[in-house]
């Protein structure tokens, strides 16, 4: 079974392509490489393209017999979004919409939609169900949140079956040690730390250290990207066997702060993680954690790999193995 992959050279969409592969679909990546990389198309063939370009996805999606699509595509910094919201709603809520047409030109109705936890903005209460209220407070969640609603809306009219899972924080690396996370502009807190006591980077900024939590620092749901990647074989199968179209929750129901990361990286990587205490940023809630019942119940998902000491590790042999990796590299050059 052919599945489209769109984002697939991207970090979380890479792990799936590996984990279709393991489950026997054939993944078929289309990605315009504008944050992911072609080495990480390793599964099955890329098609290096945007989205926007609709009659070239239908013509992907017709000579590649694909299926079902799995769409990761997109941009996903939620600080540039606030300060370029117009490119932001043009290639998440635009690219989608391309995407869309094509699949109802080609008559492909399965879709797993990468949303996010972004789409519930400051929440009421802790550990989040997906039925608690979607306000999201900028324009990156408001664009997935927009798209959640228009494949809602094709699902109510006949034209899509799907499912949108709603990650929490992506995080770690390919335990076999084939990917791991490589944006070049990084903002997440696991690879920074990382990056920061390998002195890949300058020291660590913990933006807040007031919040109303049990060491001052903000909370948050890490999930291990092997995890996800499970998830959407696992949501693909689900669509296929006929299940009804919905939202579910990737989270752990457990959070991690500021503060417990940067103490696992120590941990792990028994070096000091340099850092400085700065003020909060803007629209940053102090706690986010996801409640996983419901991918519980529906997928039979189980977050296995996603302890922070695990997905810590993962990542720190990623990392430190890519410095490695530099080191011969620089050396073979000298
Ligand atoms: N990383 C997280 O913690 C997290 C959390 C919640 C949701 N998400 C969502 O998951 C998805 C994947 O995130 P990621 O961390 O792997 O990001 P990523 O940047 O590594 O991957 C996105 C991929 O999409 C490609 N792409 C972007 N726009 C495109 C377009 N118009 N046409 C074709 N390809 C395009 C990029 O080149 C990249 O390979 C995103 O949609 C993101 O919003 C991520």
Redesign the pocket.
Known sequence: MNILV??????????TAKALAQSGYRPVV????????AH?VKWGPLVR????DTAFVRTVLQECQIEAVI???????VGESARQPLSYFQ??V??TL?LLQAMLDAGIKDIVF?????TYGSPARVPITEGQPQMPLNP?GDS?LSIERVIEWMGVAGQLRWVA???????GADPEGELG???EHET?LIPLAIGAALKQRESLQIFGTDYPTPDGTAIRDY?H?TD?ASAHVSALQYLSRGGENLALNLGTGKGASVLEVLEMVQLVGRQRVPATAVPRRAGDPPILVGDPQRARRILHWEPSHSALGAIVECAWRWHSRSQAQVHINLVTQS
């Open positions: 769109t984002g697939g050279a991207g970090y979380i969409g890479s792990h289309i990605d315009d490489l504008s944050t992911g990389h990480n393209a945007s989205l926007s769409h990761f595509a997109g941009s996903a910094l290639n998440n635009g690219g391309s990468s949303s996010t936890c972004a990156y997935k899972l709603r990650y929490f924080n992506a995080a996370e490589e944006h997440h999930v990207v996800l």
